[in-house]
């Protein structure tokens, strides 16, 4: 017999997924669905997370959205193949975390690459002439070579985007910041390690995450459903996603989108 009436949200756990490289489409979409998480009084949150990271900005505001809910709702985080970087970033917004085994984590870092098409502007005869109202106004223009002086403005810059993120990884694990600045080198791990390095609370699979989430909020782990929020697609969106799945394109697609929309901006990306 099927039960006509649907299970209360107070009754279920949310599940929020965050998939690839965080940008902003991602932070819009993530936040729209914790105000959801809100406004239906779920009392827990699993956030499956399988993303290499991404822009610093968008990271935080995931990251201090997920914080503020954690007031009202038990947030347990569950690391996929990858979460890495900024994905480690919004990961430890979580009151747990769990991981696989075999999850790759960590690169706890930040990057910045610009694109120096000097000598193959050289080579076909193109310059350029720029007129600007100071002399770092252009820094990172990819006809020329940085000079001594902006690669040090950026690498100060650089600086003080990797301390927020060690100082943040630190108070969200309980971790003394010279603990998490000795494996915060930009190295990568997997969930065994990373729970050795008090990175993730438990190794586990998304279950195991979706039933320590329903114990917190004092729900029966074998009753408890999830309810998956996610925006909605158009149907030739769907039919296209499938089909770029499986020919690779896609995703090749995706990444040279993600490349000229950030270069030039620091990430909390894993480049392998």
């Known amino acids: 017999m099927i039960w006509p009436f649907k299970p209360r949200p107070t009754k279920q756990i949310a599940r929020i997924e965050v998939n690839g490289a965080i940008v902003s489409e991602t932070r ?22 399988d993303s290499p990271g991404g822009t610093v900005a968008d990271s935080q505001e995931i990251y201090e959205a997920l914080k503020k ?44 690459r610009g694109n120096n098409l000097e000598r193959f502007l050289d080579k076909v ?21 940085l000079t001594a002086e902006e690669q040090t403005i950026l690498q100060e810059m650089i600086d ?36 050795e390095l008090g990175v993730v609370d438990r190794l ?32 030739w969106n769907r039919i296209l996603s499938q089909n770029k799945n499986r020919s690779g394109l896609g995703l090749a697609i995706d990444w040279v989108k993600f490349e000229l929309v950030t270069n030039g901006q620091p990430l909390w990306l894993y480049r392998p």
């Open 28 to 49: 819009k979409n993530v936040l729209k669905a914790l105000k959801i998480v809100k406004e239906k009084k779920f009392p827990a949150l699993l956030l499956r997370i």
């Open 69 to 112: 809910l954690r007031e009202k709702v038990k947030v347990v985080a569950s690391f996929g193949n990858i979460s890495a970087s900024g994905g480690v970033y919004i990961g430890v917004a979580a009151e747990y975390i769990v991981a696989n085994p075999g999850t790759i984590t960590g690169s706890i870092g930040v990057i910045l």
């Open 125 to 145: 005869g193109i310059s350029f002439k720029v007129i600007k109202s100071g002399p770092y106004k252009d820094i990172l223009s990819f006809d020329r070579q």
């Open 160 to 195: 003080v985007s990797y301390q927020q993120f060690v100082n943040t990884v630190a108070q969200g694990r309980n971790l003394d910041v010279e603990k998490v600045r000795s494996f915060a080198d930009g190295r990568i791990f997997t969930g065994q390690q990373a729970l």
């Open 204 to 235: 586990g699979t998304e279950e195991d995450a979706r039933r320590w989430a329903a114990e917190l909020a004092g729900l029966n782990p074998d009753q408890a459903q999830c309810y998956t929020i996610e925006e909605p697609k158009p149907l």
